[in-house]
């Protein structure tokens, strides 16, 4: 009877279980597409010459090589360790080498990771790069308040990964999510200026592809490793460690969080 119930009881706390891309992972395909065409569509606007640049009325110069990015299993694995699987309430340390992106509320019927994404990515039409960043050959960083924004459309940048808890009991929401690249410093370059969307692969450098549709570069390292449809780059960490999640889609304005969280 005992094995019975928690047989029942571990179905019912893994509802994507049969549907999870990564192999000791908790997001499917579904939810992960949702994230990534979000930073896609932010990375595609700023490649084109189409992102306003805060309340300038001014907008960004074209880009190029902005690749695009990816769902990374490694990173949500490493997301997953981070947390140790459980609804943290203080950011964890970032692995080297990564940015981490932390949310943390009550109400977990409430908040998801959409909801975050968003919220990180909109800090763009609040605050703006200053003249003295915007350059004919680069735009680099020199916001903190931008500091979630610039770092999801980082032009080097190739995947993201996360881990989304909520653990109803404890009455709390958690998201972590990490990109393969160091979070920026500044005066590092966000993207460079160039002629915009890309039109073919002589467009983008280091054997990327261009990705007409989106006018974006996928990097010649890209590779579909998880899931029919899911294009997922390797990071450098791995883990085995396993969690449970339930992912929703809610709505409203929330708080902005501040940097890193």
């Known amino acids: 009877m005992l094995l019975a119930f928690l047989a029942a009881f571990a179905v019912s706390a893994l509802p994507y279980a049969s549907s999870q891309v990564c192999s000791g992972g908790v997001m499917n395909q579904t939810y992960i597409d949702s994230l990534i ?17 805060g309340t300038t009325n001014k907008k960004l110069p074209k880009g190029k090589n902005i690749n695009k990015i990816a769902w990374s299993c490694d990173l949500e694995l490493a997301a997953i360790k981070a947390v140790d699987g459980k609804c943290v309430t203080q950011a964890p340390n970032t692995p080297s080498g990564n940015t981490g992106f932390f949310a943390s509320y009550d109400d977990p019927d409430y908040y998801d990771t959409l909801i975050m994404l968003s919220i990180w990515t909109s800090q763009i039409e609040a605050h703006s790069f200053p003249d ?10 020199d916001n903190d308040q931008l500091r979630n924004y610039a770092n999801l459309v980082r032009g080097t940048t190739t995947s993201f990964g996360c881990v989304e808890m909520k653990c109803k009991d404890q009455n709390k929401f958690t998201s972590y999510c990490l990109t393969n690249q160091p979070e920026l410093q500044k005066n590092e370059v966000v993207y460079e200026v160039g002629n915009g969307a890309c039109t073919q692969d002589n467009d983008c450098s280091g054997g990327a592809t261009c990705d007409t549709a ?47 969280s």
Do not use: F
């Open 132 to 141: 003295t960043a915007i350059g004919q050959d680069s735009v680099k960083y």
């Open 37 to 53: 065409n979000d930073i896609n569509t932010r990375r595609a606007a700023l490649m084109k010459g189409e992102q306003e640049n």
């Open 214 to 260: 989106s006018g974006l570069c996928v990097p010649a390292s890209t590779t579909t490793t998880a899931g029919s449809a899911t294009t997922t780059t390797l990071a450098t960490t791995t883990t085995t460690t396993t969690t449970t999640t339930t992912t929703t889609t809610a709505g409203g304005v929330l708080p902005n969080p501040g940097a890193g």
